[in-house]
């Protein structure tokens, strides 16, 4: 599998499927921007949403026009139609739990103060990569959004001076560090007395 982030913001997406897995998906897709189209019979309230379209039909092949990125959360029979109609467009499915109708892979994913973390399992196990997503976030350091601040700062500062790309990690790790070393500095020493 080769790992990517998808830019989906200002761009179509079809939803196939209209119960509590799609629902599901749809949170993600509003939150990145997605212009989302919602095809099925039955659509659960919860999927009825402002800039939603919703397409109270069966699943038609020329849903898929225009669109960038397609997810079927319907019963395989329906999958499986909508792969074959994404094929010949040249569009990734995410066919939830359905891997021999996919062509692409959701993950477990953890977003935490602009840095986003995917596990995969190739389709195979959801629940695991669900188990290593909560694991990771629970290891993730609290102070991550001022870990991008620093990051952000130096990358520019880097940029403006030229600085190689290969010599940029250490220079973050020694950033880093100074973070956590004005952090430690500003803890109360264990022998300090309480303000009475």
Do not use: C
């Amino acid at each position: 599998m080769y790992p990517a982030f998808l830019r989906l913001t200002g761009r179509k997406v079809v939803l196939v499927g209209g119960g509590r897995v799609a629902a599901g998906k749809l949170h993600g897709l509003i939150a990145e921007g997605a212009n989302v189209t919602v095809v099925a019979p039955e659509i659960r309230p919860e999927l009825e949403r402002p800039g939603v379209t919703l397409e109270r039909r069966r699943f038609e092949a020329t849903d898929l026009d225009g669109a960038w990125y397609v997810i079927a959360a319907a019963p395989p029979e329906v999958n499986r139609q909508v792969l074959v109609a994404a094929e010949r467009r040249q569009l990734f499915v995410n066919a939830v739990d359905d891997p021999p109708n996919a062509t692409a892979y959701a993950g477990g994913v953890v977003r935490r103060d602009g840095v986003t973390i995917a596990i995969s399992t190739d389709g195979r196990a959801p629940a695991l990569a669900g188990l290593l997503r909560e694991a990771l976030d629970a290891w993730l350091p609290g102070d991550l959004d001022e870990w991008m601040s620093a990051a952000d700062e130096a990358r520019r500062s880097w940029k403006q001076d030229g600085v190689a790309v290969e010599r940029r990690r250490p220079l973050l790790l020694e950033t880093l560090n100074r973070l956590y070393e004005e952090r430690r500095n500003q803890l109360p020493t264990p022998n300090a007395q309480l303000p009475k």
